[in-house]
């Protein structure tokens, strides 16, 4: 089956401190992979994606890489800021199936 | 920009109440989707629709229903509004389903008294 898994928050970072939140999933096939932004009281906003393995997805100093061989897209960020305090979801999409799977979402505290 | 917009940031019902949140997308997007959020569950996928008319069963789709009579219009119902509905909404709009991203609108917060 699909699913994704990603690390417990919340997180709590000092300002310029390495963000990473770690991301792992399930799929049959080739999956597109996603991370999302949730801040408080909005909606989801696209933060990257990637469509095949290798491939890195980058955004506002955010980078993940789709890693086919450990099935991960973990979230980095060399140096974080107060206003990237937010909820972070990370999701995949079969590439044949109408469906997005989401992590639970870690909240990142700066 | 493709933008999502859902009618009502914040809604108060009554229990028993039929309830309508609407969604309209303005990119010509073929497929909408509603999920509720709750803490500790994360997104659940209530119902999506691939076409106008056409609709698919999510994995919580009991106590609701859709409408998809235009295609920029998506509409979930809540046919007896429950206390354990309350909730914030989401809906989503894509185009295709092949490599694209869900475009989300900015939230209902609902609330069953």
């Known amino acids: 089956g699909n699913s994704v898994t990603q690390m417990e928050g919340p997180v709590t970072l000092s300002e310029e401190a390495f963000l990473t939140i770690n991301c792992t999933y399930t799929a049959t096939g080739y999956p597109s992979l996603f991370w999302y932004v949730q801040y408080p009281g909005e909606g989801l906003q696209l933060l990257l994606k990637a469509t095949k393995a290798d491939d890195k997805g980058s955004n506002k100093g955010f980078e993940a890489t789709y890693r086919k061989e450990t099935t991960s897209f973990h979230l980095e960020k060399g140096s974080v800021q107060v206003s990237d305090s937010a909820v972070y979801f990370c999701?995949?999409?079969?590439?044949?199936?109408?469906?997005?799977?989401f992590g639970s979402g870690t909240k990142l505290n700066v | 920009d493709v933008k999502v917009t859902q009618s009502s940031r914040y809604l108060v019902k009554r229990t028993g109440e039929k309830v309508f949140l609407e969604c309209v997308q303005d990119m010509d997007h073929e497929n909408m989707f509603w999920y509720r959020q709750d803490p500790g569950l994360g997104l659940r996928l209530i119902y999506f629709?691939?076409?106008?008319?056409?609709?698919e069963k999510g994995d919580i789709p009991e106590g609701y229903s859709v409408s998809r009579e235009k295609k920029e219009r998506f509409s979930l119902i809540l046919e007896s509004a429950s206390t354990n509905q309350t909730s914030m909404y989401l809906c989503a709009s894509r185009e295709g389903f092949r490599n694209t991203e869900a475009f989300f609108g900015q939230g209902t917060r609902l609330t069953v008294v």
């Open positions: 629709s691939y076409d106008v008319k056409m609709k």
């Open positions: 999701a995949l999409s079969p590439y044949n199936f109408n469906k997005f799977y």
